[in-house]
């Protein structure tokens, strides 16, 4: 149980294009839905936190224009990266929970190279 | 606020050892603690997870992990480890909502 999947697993595109990710909880309806951006040999960095129906929490620094986050229902969230450049070439990584205090689990998340 | 820090970027253990992975947490209350692990170009997975009861924890594919309130440490261990168990492993606190998450730690295991 408890599954995330989210897609694509990787995404080659150039430079100006946007790119949407979709992170769905299969078995669970995922009240919270948190979206990770990981560097290469580092730890994650919880770039925003959504909630169903809401808008998204961003942490300081993330742009929300540009990584914009829908959470339209219990089982599906979305980010979509604008007008993205080669910085913007990361791992992102979502994650879902049903309740607070409960572990999150996570999608396989998504190789994003900008061209 | 609360944080967790994993003090060791890398462990390297040989097969069949007993391996531990540390990790310290600073939380004002009671944590609820986390161990996932990270095989490459895949999400977490999640190991185990420590919220109240029994100091000790045990947890997927033969992972422990013991909790310890007066030295605020929660170290994953394994008594006999395994090649396949090298990967990066995250340590992880919550007080709710928010769940923060540890440097890692990549353990290779040599055969």
């Known amino acids: 149980g408890a599954v995330v999947s989210q897609h694509p697993s990787r995404v080659i595109c150039k430079s100006g294009t946007s790119v949407k990710i979709e992170c769905r909880s299969l078995?669970?309806?995922?009240?919270?839905m948190f979206w990770y951006r990981q560097f290469p040999k580092k730890s994650l960095m919880l770039m925003a936190t959504s909630n169903e129906g809401s808008k998204a929490t961003y942490e300081q620094g993330v742009e929300k224009d540009k990584f914009l986050i829908n959470h339209a229902s219990l089982t599906l969230s979305t980010l979509t990266v604008t007008s993205a450049h080669p910085e913007d070439s990361s791992f992102y990584i979502c994650?879902?929970?049903?309740?607070?205090?409960?572990?999150?689990?996570f999608g396989d998340g998504t190789r994003l190279s900008i061209l | 606020a609360q944080s967790v820090a994993q003090p060791e970027d890398q462990v390297n253990v040989a097969e069949g050892n007993p391996l531990t992975v540390k990790c310290t947490y600073s939380v004002s209350g009671n944590p609820y603690l986390f161990w996932y692990v990270q095989y490459p170009n895949r999400g977490l997975q999640f190991l185990l997870k420590?919220?109240?009861?029994?100091?000790l924890v045990k947890g997927s594919y033969g992972f422990e992990a013991e909790f310890n309130k007066s030295q605020t440490s929660f170290h994953l261990k394994k008594p006999s480890a395994l090649v396949s168990d090298s990967a990066l492993y995250f340590c992880?606190?919550?007080?709710?909502?928010?769940?923060?998450f540890g440097a890692g730690t990549r353990l290779t295991v040599k055969p």
């Open positions: 994650s879902a929970k049903d309740r607070d205090y409960q572990p999150q689990h």
């Open positions: 992880a606190v919550t007080l709710g909502n928010d769940m923060r």
């Open positions: 078995d669970f309806q995922a009240t919270t």
């Open positions: 420590y919220i109240t009861g029994d100091n």
